[in-house]
């Protein structure tokens, strides 16, 4: 199995400074196809998660343009341009490169 | 509007079978770009994949969990089924279906879960 590590666990930012948030997989996401099956997703308390960031760097529906997705191979990173109240919540990278899927273990983004 | 929908028990006994469903509306279980995913998240910790299916009926399972997990579809009544034997105290969790796009190449909707607890 692929395994997903993100640095840091817990993330104290002040509103409307930069956040960022790593993601590191155990082997290489590229997918025969030429993809990188590398998404972030976000879950706000009490809340599903939802998908922000799709193949990298792809913002999906809806996301505001301060998230933004980098990386290739095994080392990826989700920043947050100026974070706002409504961004704190748990972020998790997760591979749909190969099966069995996998997740990171969640960063928690809280506000200082 | 794509939208899906976890039911099933609320409560089950230790070494009982679980037995949820997820029903998808906006896009067919058919579609070859299109699968369904069973995620969980035990309350307070993070998100665990357990299996999916894809169009053809292809199925992949959790390598820790897969002696336990069946997964299936109809697609004429859009839902897909997920069962896990000997349900254990630890597996109490909120239980998620997830929609996977070819296009986002990713869990691109997501249910709004269903809490089971494991108890006797």
């Known amino acids: 199995d692929i395994v997903m590590t993100q640095t840091p666990l817990s993330s104290p930012v002040t509103l409307g400074q930069p956040a960022s948030i790593s993601c590191r997989s155990s082997?290489?996401?590229?997918?025969?196809?030429?993809?990188?099956?590398l998404s972030w997703l976000q879950q706000r308390p009490g809340q599903p998660p939802r998908l922000l960031i799709y193949?990298?760097?792809n913002r999906f529906s809806g996301v505001p343009d301060r998230f933004s997705g980098s990386g290739a191979g095994t080392d990826f990173t989700l920043k947050i341009s100026r974070v706002e109240a409504e961004d704190v919540g748990v972020y998790y990278c997760?591979?749909?490169?190969?099966?069995?899927?996998?997740f990171g273990q969640g960063t928690r983004l809280e506000i200082k | 509007q794509v939208t899906l929908k976890e039911s099933g028990p609320v409560l089950v006994k230790p070494t009982e079978t679980l037995t949820l469903t997820c029903t998808v509306s906006?896009?067919?279980?058919?579609?070859?770009?299109?699968?369904v995913s069973w995620i969980r998240q035990p309350p307070g910790k993070a998100l665990e994949w357990l299996a999916h299916?894809?169009?053809?009926?292809?199925?992949s399972y959790s390598t820790s969990l897969k002696s336990r997990l069946t997964i299936s579809k109809d697609t004429s009544k859009s839902q897909v089924v997920l069962t896990m034997t000997n349900m254990d105290p630890v597996d109490t969790a909120t239980y998620y279906c997830?929609?996977?796009?070819?296009?986002?190449?990713?869990?691109?909707?997501w249910g709004q879960g269903t809490t089971v607890t494991v108890s006797s």
């Open positions: 193949k990298i760097s």
């Open positions: 299916i894809f169009s053809n009926d292809e199925k």
């Open positions: 997760t591979q749909a490169t190969q099966f069995p899927l996998t």
């Open positions: 997830a929609r996977i796009s070819l296009t986002a190449g990713g869990m691109d909707v």
């Open positions: 082997q290489s996401l590229v997918h025969s196809d030429g993809n990188t099956y």
């Open positions: 906006g896009f067919s279980l058919s579609n070859a770009r299109m699968g």
